[in-house]
Structure formats: C-alpha cells, structure tokens
C-alpha cells in the first residue's frame, strides 16, 4: 500500500521559511516524476513544483519560481520543498503526490498524479 506523508507546516511570518518533507513507502519510489501541491481554503487544490524521477527537472508555478526550491533523495524515498520568503497567499494545505507515470508529462495537472498525502498546513502571517 502506497503511503505518502507530509510533514513541516507551521506558523511563520511572512519573509520566513519552511522546509517540508514527503516521505513515500509502498512503491518504486525513484521512478516517477512527484510534485507538491497546495490548497487554501474556499479554492481548488493548485500546482506548486515537480521534479522527475531523476532529480535533473524541476518545474514551478509561476508564484513559486525563485521562492521555492523542491527536491528529492530517492536512497531515502523523500521529497523536499524549501519554501523561502513566505507570503500570506501562500497559506495554504500542501499535498505531495505521485506522478501516474510517463505518459502524464503536464507536471502542472493534477490529474497525472495519484496518491496523496493527509497534507500539512502552512501559514504565513503578514
């Protein structure tokens, strides 16, 4: 059984940072693309960043470009996102996901991912 979990939400001031983590177990971890996703409240639930099996590709939402950092470390089935210079907008649940597989390249869609995480807050007081 898949299983994903996100830790590292917090309260923090705006200009502040987080770094949160996906730990993954129950798959082949290293071959398929992951991505973070973010939902506030009231809104769909929106892209954030990805990154291939490999760790060579990384792609961004335009809010998060320069901001955010997301990473991976398959020996230890983790993804990271560094978030830097935190804004109130982007409060918000984050959600790690796996990518279904090659044939869903739309990093960007959440409709390529399967198996979510419970998710972790971040809040970003101004």
């Known amino acids: 059984q898949v299983q994903l979990v996100e830790s590292g939400g917090g309260l923090v001031q705006a200009g502040g940072s987080l770094r949160l983590a996906c730990a993954a177990s129950?798959?082949?971890?290293?071959?398929?693309?992951m991505g973070w996703f973010r939902q506030a409240p009231g809104k769909e639930r929106e892209f954030v960043a990805a990154i291939n099996w490999s760790g060579s590709s990384k792609f961004y939402t335009d809010s998060a470009k320069g901001r955010f950092t997301i990473s991976r470390d398959n020996a230890k089935n983790m993804v990271y996102l560094q978030m830097n210079n935190l804004k109130p907008e982007d409060t918000a649940v984050y959600y790690c996901?796996?990518?279904?597989?090659?044939?869903?390249?739309?990093?960007?869609?959440?409709?390529?991912?399967?198996?979510w995480g419970q998710g972790t807050q971040v809040t970003v007081s101004s």
């Open positions: 996901s796996i990518n279904r597989g090659p044939a869903y390249n739309d990093y960007a869609d959440k409709v390529g991912y399967v198996y």
């Open positions: 129950g798959r082949t971890f290293s071959v398929y693309a």
